[in-house]
């Protein structure tokens, strides 16, 4: 069983709808949570972070962590044919990037 | 304003053939990473460097080497290329170690397969 879990896809969607993105996890010691947007041929850019439980919004993304779950989702509002990517979470359990482990990414289109 | 570059961008080998993929950043980041993505696998590190002349091992080191020399350029070479390294390389940096919303920058990728 892999650390983090993510349903490749791909989902599609219509302009305008509510996206829905998630990840589960294993390591209940994951404090560190994110969310990372990647364009076809280009590298990933960090859209979210959270550290431990909550919720974080930022425009149309909003960001929650349940550790009690050990589940992370991502909602988009209003999503936009621009919305159309792969979206990778990551999470760790501490500082430090060298230990940041990556979900496999979905890969959402819109339609407008 | 570059960012963090990645050359070349794509590149076929042999079985065996040598390369270096070469990543540059212009940010004065200290760190800088070399990972790799495959279909299934998500991004695995592969090394990394905390600053000029210094590289440590990641997740997935075996069959490749790095090199930092220089503060802005992190070096990654393939000895003797096999098929199981036909993957696209991405090249990272930032400026400190934590989070705290410091962020991964990261090159447009290396498309490199071994026939």
């Known amino acids: 069983q892999k650390e983090v879990e993510q349903d490749p896809g791909p989902l599609s969607v219509p302009e305008g709808a509510i996206v829905s993105l998630n990840c589960t996890y294993s390591n209940s010691a994951f404090q560190y949570f994110m969310w990372y947007r990647q364009y076809s041929r280009k590298g990933p850019e960090l859209l979210m972070y959270t550290y431990s439980s909550g919720n974080k919004e930022d425009g149309r993304f909003t960001a929650q962590v349940d550790k009690s779950s050990k589940y992370i989702s991502l909602f988009i509002r209003d999503s936009q044919p621009s919305d159309s990517a792969t979206y990778l979470c990551?999470?760790?359990?501490?500082?430090?990037?060298?230990?940041?482990?990556f979900g496999i990414g979905t890969k959402l289109q819109v339609i407008p | 304003n570059a960012g963090v570059t990645q050359t070349p961008k794509f590149r076929v080998l042999k079985t065996g053939q040598s390369m270096t993929l070469l990543c540059a950043q212009d940010?004065?980041?200290?760190?800088m990473y070399w990972y790799r993505q495959d279909p299934g696998m998500g991004l695995r590190l592969i090394h990394y460097s905390v600053g000029e002349g210094t590289t440590a091992k990641g997740e997935v080191p075996d069959g490749y080497n790095v090199s930092r020399l220089k503060k802005q350029n992190f070096l990654l070479g393939l000895e003797s290329a096999a098929p199981s390294q036909t993957s696209v390389y991405f090249c990272?940096?930032?400026?400190?170690?934590?989070?705290?919303?410091?962020?991964?920058?990261f090159g447009s990728g290396t498309q490199l397969s071994v026939l």
């Open positions: 990551a999470m760790t359990l501490s500082g430090g990037y060298q230990k940041v482990t």
């Open positions: 990272a940096s930032s400026y400190s170690w934590g989070f705290r919303e410091e962020k991964l920058f």
């Open positions: 940010m004065n980041h200290e760190y």
